[in-house]
């Protein structure tokens, strides 16, 4: 991805897909976002892989286009399922991709298609705590901040150039439960401004990293625990 650019001099709104696979929640946080007169995208698409996604009514209720492609027929014909993902993409002309959820593995073809293109948010301070339970991995090493990365997907899992981060303490008694309903409103907020930050231009990759025009105050400081 060395030298793959998404700076943008324009300010047309960029269309954006996303795809979920069950209830939505960064989804609607998305949209929510996209409503607001000077958010430089616009929710395209909601495509879901599962009919019975629950995020599916949510974005109709919004106002929002879905389109169901169920990945079950397909079985483990990943080509012949994103070949039918690829041709919805290209119907409502989108431009950019959030996953939201989506639990079907993207085979190496379509995300470098995608390449500088596709975000993905993950429940954890990326590189650490990679995969599946996050939150139980975080716990178990004992760390005394998490919390939640926006970032490019590539083919290797949650591993792409991270876009967004966002940290909250972790509690003595935290359990697994506790500590993803703290981050999952972290997620919220961070995705959308990690969109905006992406769709107007401010985020460019350089190699492995990405360079972002937007910084946090240097003096920003979570520390945790707080000795009093």
């Given at each position: 991805?060395?030298?793959?650019?998404?700076?943008?001099?324009?300010?047309?709104?960029?269309?954006?897909?996303?795809?979920?696979?069950?209830?939505?929640?960064?989804?609607?946080?998305?949209?929510?976002?996209?409503?607001?007169?000077?958010?430089?995208?616009?929710?395209?698409?909601?495509?879901?892989?599962?009919?019975?996604?629950?995020?599916?009514?949510?974005?109709?209720?919004?106002?929002?286009?879905?389109?169901?492609?169920?990945?079950?027929?397909?079985?483990?014909?990943?080509?012949?399922?994103?070949?039918?993902?690829?041709?919805?993409?290209?119907?409502?002309?989108?431009?950019?991709?959030?996953?939201?959820?989506?639990?079907r593995l993207?085979?190496?073809?379509?995300?470098?298609?995608?390449?500088?293109?596709?975000?993905?948010?993950?429940?954890?301070?990326?590189?650490?705590?990679?995969?599946?339970?996050?939150?139980?991995?975080a716990l178990?090493?004992?760390?005394k901040v998490?919390?939640?990365?926006?970032?490019?997907?590539?083919?290797?899992?949650?591993?792409?150039?991270?876009?967004?981060?966002?940290?909250?303490?972790?509690?003595?008694?935290?359990?697994?439960?506790?500590?993803?309903?703290?981050?999952?409103?972290?997620?919220?907020?961070?995705?959308?401004?990690?969109?905006?930050?992406?769709?107007?231009?401010?985020?460019?990759?350089?190699?492995?990293?990405?360079?972002?025009?937007?910084?946090?105050?240097?003096?920003?400081?979570?520390?945790?625990?707080?000795?009093?």
């Amino acid at each position: 991805m060395t030298g793959t650019s998404i700076w943008r001099d324009d300010a047309m709104k960029r269309r954006v897909a996303i795809l979920i696979s069950g209830r939505g929640s960064n989804m609607a946080a998305l949209i929510a976002a996209a409503k607001t007169l000077d958010f430089p995208a616009e929710i395209a698409v909601v495509i879901s892989n599962k009919a019975d996604a629950a995020g599916l009514a949510k974005a109709k209720d919004s106002g929002v286009t879905t389109e169901v492609i169920d990945s079950a027929p397909f079985g483990k014909d990943r080509a012949a399922f994103e070949a039918a993902l690829q041709a919805a993409l290209d119907r409502h002309d989108v431009e950019l991709i959030c996953l939201g959820g989506f639990m079907r593995l993207l085979t190496a073809e379509f995300v470098e298609r995608w390449a500088g293109k596709m975000l993905n948010i993950h429940p954890s301070l990326l590189p650490s705590f990679r995969g599946l339970d996050p939150h139980g991995q975080a716990l178990r090493a004992g760390v005394k901040v998490s919390g939640a990365t926006v970032h490019f997907v590539t083919p290797d899992t949650d591993a792409g150039p991270i876009v967004m981060q966002g940290a909250v303490a972790v509690r003595e008694d935290d359990t697994p439960e506790t500590l993803a309903e703290r981050v999952l409103k972290l997620e919220h907020r961070i995705y959308s401004d990690a969109l905006r930050l992406v769709a107007s231009g401010g985020a460019r990759i350089d190699g492995e990293v990405c360079r972002t025009s937007s910084t946090g105050s240097p003096d920003d400081a979570l520390i945790s625990p707080a000795v009093i």
